[in-house]
Each structure stands twice: as C-alpha cells, then as structure tokens.
C-alpha cells in the first residue's frame, strides 16, 4: 500500500506539472502563484462536499455535492481567480515582474486563508473528505485506494494525450511562437496577450483538477499543507525532466517524487532533530535547480516539436535565428531550426 | 498622542530597515542585473551570525552589529563567486530561478545549524522616548539613525570615491566599462561584499526590532524588499530610499487600522499597482519610463 500512496502522489503532481509546464514551459510565463490554485481546488472540492461546519469549525458554503460535480465546481471556481489574476499579470508584466506579481498575489491568498478563519477555518483548516464514493462502489479502503490510483493514471494518460494534441495543434506552436519573441510574433498577427492568458487558465485548470484529487489523497487540508515554497519541488521536477516536453516533464516528477521519496528514507533523521531530514530534502531540491540550470537546462527530454504531422523533429534551439537576426516567431512556427546551442532559448533576446 | 502619529513612527523604524535592505537589493541589481532572490538570506545569516556573536560579546550592541555586517559580507561575496558569476549571460530569469533554489538551500542550511524554532537576543531595547509626536524605543532611534548614516555613507562612497565611480559605471554597462580598464570583475565583486554587509547589518537590525527570529526572517522579508526597491525604481540606490520610506509607512498605518496581519497584503497591493503604472519607478522623469525589463 506504501506504493499506491507514492504513485498517487506523483500522478497528481505529475496533472499539477503538465500544467505548469503549459504555463511556463509553452507560454515561458514563471509563475508562482501556481500552488495556490492547486490549494483553492482543493479547499473547494472539500468545503463543496463535506457539509455544514459544526460549531466552532467555520467554513464557507458547506454542501453535501456529489463528488465529481464538486470537482467541476472547484475547477470553475479556481480558473475564474486565474482569470482575474491572469487579466492583472499577463497584461504587461514579464519576466520577474511577472514572478514577483504572482508570488506577492499567492502570499496574500496565503495570509488571507490562514487569517480570516470564516474562509476555510483559519490555521485549522477543512477536513473530513474521506473516500468519497467508498460505499456505493462497496470497496474496502485499500480496494479504494487502488481504484482511487487508477482513476488518477487513466485522468492522467488523459490529460497527457491532450496535452499532446494540443502541443501539435497551432495554439501549441503559436504560445511558443510568443515565447521565443513576443515582438515577432505580434509583428505575425498574434495576440500575445489572448495566447498567454488562454494558456494560463487552461494551466490553472489542471491545478485545480489536480487540487481536488489531492483533496481525496490527503482528506484534510490546511495551510501547512502548501506553502508557497512546495512550487520549486514542481518547477525541478519540470526541469528535470525536459520543459516543454510533456512526456518528459511526467518522467521528471515521477524521478523527482520517487527517487527524492525513496531517497530521503534513507538520511539519518535523530529523534532530537526531527527537521533534518524535511531541510535535507529541500537543500537537495534547491541544489537540483541549480545544477539543472547550469549544466543541462533542457532536462532529460528535449523539448520536441510536431511539424506537419510528423513526429520526432527537436526544437531545443530555436532562440539560434534570434543571435543570426531573423524572426523567430516564424522560425519556431515551421521548425526550420535543429538543436545546436543546448541552452540557446535561455537567452532573452535583447 | 494620536494613533496615526504613533503609527508613523514606528513606520519611519520599519522604512530604515526596509532601506538598508532595499539599498542592498538593488546595489546587487546595479552591477549583476540580477532580481536576486537570495537576498533575504544574507539578512538571515547576519541576524544569526550576531546570535552566534553575543555569546563572546555579551551586551555589545555594536559588536554584535558589526559581526552581522562581517558575515553578510562574506556571504555576499560566496554568493557572487559560487552563483551569480556562475550564471553569467544566461537570461535574467534562468538566474532569478537559480536564486530561488539558493534561497532554498540556504534557508534549509540555516534551519540544520540552527535549528527550526525561534530564537531572540539578550539586547535591552531601553525605554520609551517621547521625539516631537513620535514614540521609540532607544533601539528603534538607533536603527534610524544607523539607517541615515549608512545611507550618507553609501552616497559619499558612490559620489566621491573611485570605487563609486567604476560602480556606477559597470551598472551602466560592463562591457564598456571592462574595456575602459576598469576592472569590472572586481568592482562587481566589491559592490557584492558592500551589499553583503549592508544587507547582513539590516538582518540584525531586523531580528532585534521583531524581537524572536527564525530561518525564514529574511525570505518573510524579501517581498516588502521587493516592494521598496521597485517603488523607487529598481537599481536606482538613492531612489529606493525614497520607495523604503513609502512602503514602511504604507504597512504600518495600514496595519494599524485594519488587521495588522494583512500588513503584507497592502504592500503587495501597492506593488501590483506600481507595477502595472510605474514598473519603473516612482520617481522616474516622464521621458525615462518607455523601458521594460
């Protein structure tokens, strides 16, 4: 059963991930505000599902939904905060700004979550979503467990293949297009802002999709079930395994949760210093993202790209055109440049 | 005595801390061109570097300062060598990235030396003193006045000296100023030992106004940082001053009047704004506002 537990929670982080990597990866957006999304899902799913609060346990709404309408719900309910905090962000903010804007907006939903307790009960936070669906399907627990992991890898093969498709498809290659160079890519008819707004709210879709699941795996949520900080595990296993490369990046959380689960079982953790062994987990990730970044920037998977129907044809390098002075918006839209530079897209063009 | 007044002063105690800060956020910002993200850290190394100092010094305020100052020097400098060199020519956000991840590791370093609970110094704050309508603690005058004189101090060493000179040169272009002969390498690595310590004297200050201090201090900062360098144009160390005195009176008389929980929450209101309609800055001539980041 220890396995189910850590597969589930890689295939929920792994929906989480090829949302971002939409977000960050096609659209080149750093956003910070992800993991708050992933948490309004999951609030929501809960505070729609489990009733009433009884007294002194405060929460907003409190209905008895069945779980799959919840899910819906929560979903609409976090890409509508996306749409607004998207609206503020992607307008004309990029680059850091766009990341300190973000951060600020997650830390005040942070603070506002774990202040004003009528929300969703303050620092207590909501619990009480246990196996939703357990008796009418008559499983025991572990039976659930398996079938909750199930539905969790078929949503997830799901999602992946759509991911796919939608890479292929001309919204795919036209939010790339922007990334490589808004200014081209405008110059070519595109609207920057709609591209990257559409790719934000279907990114933040994905993580409240993601957030309901998480709801059942855990069954309580509160605030020191996500800080911000939870995001860099995401963004390393994104950079791990290829950004942009959706195959890649489910590789890299599958790497990254397993082998950092697995391998940190294994840190000595004395019984006077209980925080050892959570603080070498994060130096461990934050060391990950750095030698990432510095030695192999395009992960385990290069970023691929489909053209013309046909498969297998790498982009990796398409900032190249942009050093040798052409457009290249055009140049990642009919794929002309092969990997050269590894690192050739990390440079902004200036 | 009015609230508002009171309120005020203890504004212009968080707008000193916040400016030494800022100042040093955005003197890293001048030479690498880098939103470095690690920089609460250095804060929180100098505030535990004093912890560690008062063990031999006892009740010594200013050496505990100058340890603090001492160790975020030294850890300005590791910072430039060991990470911002390292990502020289990548793009702003790649290095930002890694920044975040040097964030994480130093926090979590400090949280194994350390440990994760609080700790505080043994400093006496000294008694309340009337000024005008204001109302301080000894210690609160002293970290405004410490503030000033660094402050003095920074535009003397920018103004009137070589050093300051090749500064404001290679924060204009490096480039150029590495084939003018001056040795930008150099001058960039010096402006990040002064940063360092800047920012390590600002960790002590800070730990010693709050009172109780943990690994996060300086992170928990890093936004209200953020905040005061933006407002008064990021790279800019003279304007951002100016933006450390808003935003330090900002949350502390919003605080006052509404929850003051939600403290941050107003100066991130007030950076979302000035983002969006002085990225720039707020003193920022008119002519000098068309460029992005």
Same mark, same amino acid.
């Given at each position: 059963?220890?396995?189910?537990?850590?597969?589930?929670?890689?295939?929920?982080?792994?929906?989480?991930?090829?949302?971002?990597?939409?977000?960050?990866?096609?659209?080149?957006?750093?956003?910070?505000?992800?993991?708050?999304?992933?948490?309004?899902?999951?609030?929501?799913?809960?505070?729609?599902?489990?009733?009433?609060?009884?007294?002194?346990?405060?929460?907003?709404?409190?209905?008895?939904?069945?779980?799959?309408?919840?899910?819906?719900?929560?979903?609409?309910? %976090?890409?509508?905060?996306?749409? +607004?905090?998207?609206?503020?962000?992607?307008?004309?903010?990029?680059?850091?700004?766009?990341? +300190?804007?973000?951060?600020?907006?997650?830390?005040?939903?942070?603070?506002?979550?774990?202040?004003?307790?009528?929300?969703?009960?303050?620092?207590?936070?909501?619990?009480?979503?246990?196996?939703?669906?357990?008796?009418?399907?008559?499983?025991?627990?572990?039976?659930?467990?398996? +079938?909750?992991?199930?539905?969790?890898?078929?949503?997830?093969?799901?999602?992946?293949?759509? %991911?796919?498709?939608?890479?292929?498809?001309?919204?795919?290659?036209?939010?790339?297009?922007?990334?490589?160079?808004?200014?081209?890519?405008?110059?070519?008819?595109?609207? $920057?802002?709609?591209?990257?707004?559409?790719?934000?709210?279907?990114?933040?879709?994905?993580?409240?999709?993601?957030?309901?699941?998480?709801? $059942?795996?855990?069954?309580?949520?509160?605030?020191?079930?996500?800080?911000?900080?939870?995001?860099?595990?995401?963004?390393?296993?994104?950079?791990?395994?290829?950004?942009?490369?959706?195959?890649?990046?489910?590789?890299? +959380?599958?790497? $990254?949760?397993?082998?950092?689960?697995?391998?940190?079982?294994?840190?000595?953790?004395?019984?006077?210093?209980?925080?050892?062994?959570?603080?070498?987990?994060?130096?461990?990730?934050?060391?990950?993202?750095?030698?990432?970044?510095?030695?192999?920037?395009?992960?385990?998977?290069?970023?691929?790209?489909?053209?013309?129907?046909?498969?297998?044809?790498?982009?990796?390098?398409?900032?190249?055109?942009?050093?040798?002075?052409?457009?290249?918006?055009?140049?990642? %839209?009919?794929?002309?440049?092969?990997?050269?530079?590894?690192?050739?897209?990390?440079?902004?063009?200036? | 005595?009015?609230?508002?007044?009171?309120?005020?002063?203890?504004?212009?105690?968080?707008?000193?801390?916040?400016?030494?800060?800022?100042? #040093?956020?955005?003197?890293?910002?001048?030479?690498?061109?880098? @939103?470095?993200?690690?920089?609460?850290?250095?804060?929180?190394?100098? @505030?535990?570097?004093?912890?560690?100092?008062?063990?031999? *010094?006892?009740?010594?305020? @200013?050496?505990?300062?100058?340890?603090?100052?001492?160790?975020?020097?030294?850890?300005?400098?590791?910072?430039?060598? @060991?990470?911002?060199?390292?990502?020289?020519?990548?793009?702003?956000?790649?290095?930002?990235?890694?920044?975040?991840?040097?964030?994480?590791?130093?926090?979590?370093?400090?949280?194994?030396?350390?440990?994760?609970?609080?700790?505080?110094?043994?400093?006496?704050?000294?008694?309340?003193?009337?000024?005008?309508? *204001?109302?301080?603690?000894?210690?609160?005058?002293?970290?405004?006045?410490?503030?000033?004189?660094?402050?003095?101090?920074?535009?003397?060493?920018?103004?009137?000296?070589?050093?300051?000179?090749?500064?404001?040169?290679?924060?204009?272009?490096?480039?150029?100023?590495?084939?003018?002969?001056?040795?930008?390498?150099?001058?960039?690595?010096?402006?990040?030992?002064?940063?360092?310590?800047?920012?390590?004297?600002?960790?002590?200050?800070?730990?010693?106004?709050?009172?109780? *201090?943990?690994?996060?201090?300086?992170?928990? *900062?890093?936004?209200?940082?953020?905040?005061?360098?933006?407002?008064?144009?990021?790279?800019?160390?003279?304007?951002?001053?100016?933006?450390?005195?808003?935003?330090?009176?900002?949350?502390?008389?919003?605080?006052?009047?509404?929850?003051?929980?939600?403290?941050?929450?107003? #100066?991130?209101?007030?950076?979302?704004?000035?983002?969006?309609?002085?990225?720039?800055?707020?003193?920022?001539?008119?002519?000098?506002?068309?460029?992005?980041?």
């Amino acid at each position: 059963m220890y396995w189910v537990s850590v597969v589930t929670e890689a295939g929920i982080f792994a929906i989480l991930a090829l949302g971002l990597d939409v977000v960050w990866g096609w659209a080149g957006d750093f956003d910070l505000m992800f993991y708050g999304y992933l948490a309004l899902g999951s609030y929501m799913t809960m505070v729609l599902t489990i009733g009433k609060p009884i007294p002194p346990v405060q929460y907003i709404i409190g209905w008895r939904l069945p779980y799959p309408l919840a899910l819906l719900l929560a979903v609409l309910v %976090v890409v509508a905060l996306a749409a +607004v905090i998207g609206a503020i962000a992607l307008r004309n903010l990029r680059e850091i700004y766009f990341a +300190v804007t973000t951060l600020s907006a997650v830390t005040a939903l942070y603070l506002l979550v774990e202040n004003y307790t009528p929300l969703f009960d303050g620092y207590n936070g909501v619990y009480g979503l246990i196996n939703p669906g357990q008796t009418a399907l008559n499983l025991t627990y572990n039976g659930y467990r398996i +079938v909750f992991l199930a539905v969790v890898l078929v949503l997830l093969a799901l999602i992946y293949l759509l %991911v796919e498709r939608l890479s292929a498809s001309p919204f795919g290659r036209m939010l790339r297009s922007v990334r490589e160079d808004e200014h081209a890519a405008a110059a070519y008819g595109r609207s $920057v802002f709609w591209a990257k707004y559409r790719a934000y709210l279907f990114g933040a879709a994905l993580a409240g999709l993601a957030g309901g699941l998480f709801a $059942v795996f855990i069954s309580a949520f509160n605030p020191s079930a996500w800080t911000p900080q939870e995001l860099l595990v995401i963004y390393a296993a994104i950079l791990v395994g290829g950004r942009g490369n959706p195959r890649g990046v489910i590789a890299g +959380v599958f790497v $990254v949760y397993i082998g950092f689960i697995e391998l940190t079982r294994f840190l000595p953790s004395p019984a006077s210093r209980p925080e050892f062994g959570p603080a070498m987990r994060q130096i461990l990730i934050g060391l990950l993202i750095i030698l990432m970044l510095k030695f192999r920037p395009e992960g385990l998977f290069r970023e691929r790209l489909n053209v013309d129907g046909r498969r297998g044809r790498r982009l990796g390098g398409a900032g190249v055109p942009a050093s040798a002075g052409e457009p290249t918006g055009a140049a990642a %839209v009919s794929g002309q440049a092969d990997a050269k530079e590894p690192d050739a897209r990390e440079r902004s063009p200036q | 005595m009015s609230t508002f007044l009171v309120s005020v002063g203890i504004g212009l105690a968080t707008a000193a801390i916040l400016a030494l800060s800022a100042v #040093a956020f955005t003197l890293e910002y001048a030479v690498s061109r880098v @939103a470095n993200f690690a920089h609460g850290e250095l804060l929180t190394i100098g @505030a535990y570097a004093a912890y560690t100092g008062q063990r031999f *010094f006892h009740q010594n305020v @200013a050496a505990a300062a100058l340890v603090a100052a001492v160790a975020g020097c030294a850890a300005g400098l590791v910072m430039n060598a @060991a990470l911002i060199e390292q990502f020289r020519g990548r793009s702003a956000i790649t290095v930002f990235i890694a920044t975040l991840g040097a964030s994480l590791v130093l926090q979590n370093v400090l949280e194994i030396i350390y440990g994760a609970a609080n700790v505080s110094y043994s400093f006496a704050q000294g008694g309340l003193h009337h000024i005008g309508p *204001f109302l301080w603690t000894t210690s609160n005058i002293e970290v405004i006045l410490s503030a000033l004189a660094v402050a003095g101090l920074i535009y003397l060493l920018l103004q009137r000296t070589k050093f300051g000179k090749a500064v404001r040169a290679v924060s204009q272009n490096r480039e150029l100023a590495q084939v003018s002969g001056i040795p930008a390498r150099r001058v960039v690595m010096g402006t990040w030992a002064l940063a360092g310590a800047i920012a390590g004297f600002a960790g002590f200050t800070l730990a010693d106004t709050i009172g109780t *201090f943990g690994p996060q201090l300086g992170f928990s *900062f890093l936004l209200l940082t953020i905040t005061a360098a933006v407002a008064g144009g990021i790279g800019r160390p003279y304007a951002t001053l100016g933006g450390a005195l808003l935003v330090g009176l900002v949350i502390q008389v919003a605080g006052t009047y509404t929850n003051s929980a939600y403290q941050l929450v107003w #100066a991130f209101g007030l950076l979302v704004l000035l983002m969006l309609f002085r990225p720039n800055g707020l003193f920022v001539r008119k002519s000098a506002t068309a460029v992005r980041a």
